[in-house]
């Protein structure tokens, strides 16, 4: 075909968009929102995956200790901790320190701790392993091994708590792909009656085409553009919306179960694509869907 076919076809699917504008808007609305929510799972996907990677270059051991231990006793375990190999020690927190931890992470409802006659907290120290694969660190022996020694009383470990998170998320992926094929399917589903609107509100001027000469091509090809123009400004849409939220957010790192630090991220110039292809995918293929079942003139 021409170029200037293509500036017709175009220019049809411009005109039909602002003449049942307010159709559009809401079928556009609808996409943004579906995209959006699909957007937001991949962002929280991705940030989980980059903490899994991180979590698996370090490594954080917290090492409990009897109450009423020596200064003798705690000095031992401490030599004992830095003979570790690749290991810091990040600190050492008292009962008393513990205690308010606690109450500044129970905020409003710190007010249930004030029942307790004495401290259940532990004193502990904290460790840090870095670069875990190097030194091939295997946390499962260390922990046996401090566990073993006079006045600790349990050990923790951050990998621990990685394993069981895991499965977490993995249940959120599968939750992540049921619920973007639900999404992607109300997208087709609005796209192709947004476009059947369009189709029933023109045909008698449908008729005057065919009637002229005009092939069923000449007159589909403008509703498709119409279902792709509609997904492509949705698509985008949705990104720039989730891209000024996630600028707007406060929080830009997390702390988790003695954790180390984790960055939050924002999505790739990849997923960008991927969001703007998929919903330009999604209005593309309703508008085929609707002129194949309901473009019978």
């Not at 962002?43 to 954080?60: D, F, P, T």
């Not at 000095?75 to 690749?86: H, N, S, T, V, Y």
């Not at 927190?93 to 006659?117: C, D, H």
Request: net charge negative; charged share 20%; glycine share 8%.
């Amino acid at each position: 075909m021409k170029l200037r076919t293509w500036i017709y076809f175009f220019r049809h699917a411009l005109i039909s968009i602002r003449n049942n504008r307010l159709v559009c808007m809401i079928s556009m609305g609808t996409i943004v929102i579906s995209m959006l929510l699909l957007g937001s799972f991949m962002l929280l996907s991705v940030n989980l995956n980059s903490w899994i990677r991180a979590w698996g270059e370090s490594m954080s051991m917290s090492i409990y200790l009897e109450d009423n231990l020596s200064g003798e006793s705690k000095g031992r375990i401490k030599e004992a901790l830095l003979e570790l190999e690749g290991a810091e020690i990040i600190g050492f927190i008292s009962k008393e320190t513990a205690m308010i931890n606690l109450q500044e992470g129970l905020g409003a409802q710190a007010g249930l701790l004030a029942g307790l006659k004495e401290n259940p907290l532990p004193a502990s120290f904290e460790i840090e392993f870095n670069n875990v694969r190097q030194y091939d660190i295997a946390p499962l022996k260390i922990k046996n091994a401090l566990e073993e020694m006079e006045g600790v009383d349990e050990v923790q470990y951050s990998d621990q708590l990685v394993e069981k998170f895991e499965g977490v998320i993995y249940v959120f992926r599968i939750s992540g792909f049921i619920i973007g094929g639900l999404l992607c399917i109300a997208v087709l589903f609005i796209t192709t009656n947004t476009v059947k609107l369009t189709i029933y509100s023109r045909r008698d001027e449908i008729k005057i085409y065919k009637l002229v000469g005009a092939t069923d091509w000449f007159v589909r090809i403008p509703f498709l553009i119409e279902g792709s123009i509609q997904g492509l400004v949705s698509g985008a849409t949705s990104f720039v919306i989730l891209f000024l939220i996630f600028s707007i957010f406060s929080v830009k790192s997390v702390h988790l179960f003695g954790l180390p630090v984790l960055d939050i991220i924002f999505l790739s110039e990849i997923h960008a694509l991927f969001i703007v292809s998929l919903s330009t995918a999604l209005g593309f293929m309703g508008g085929l869907l609707a002129i194949g079942q309901f473009f019978d003139v």
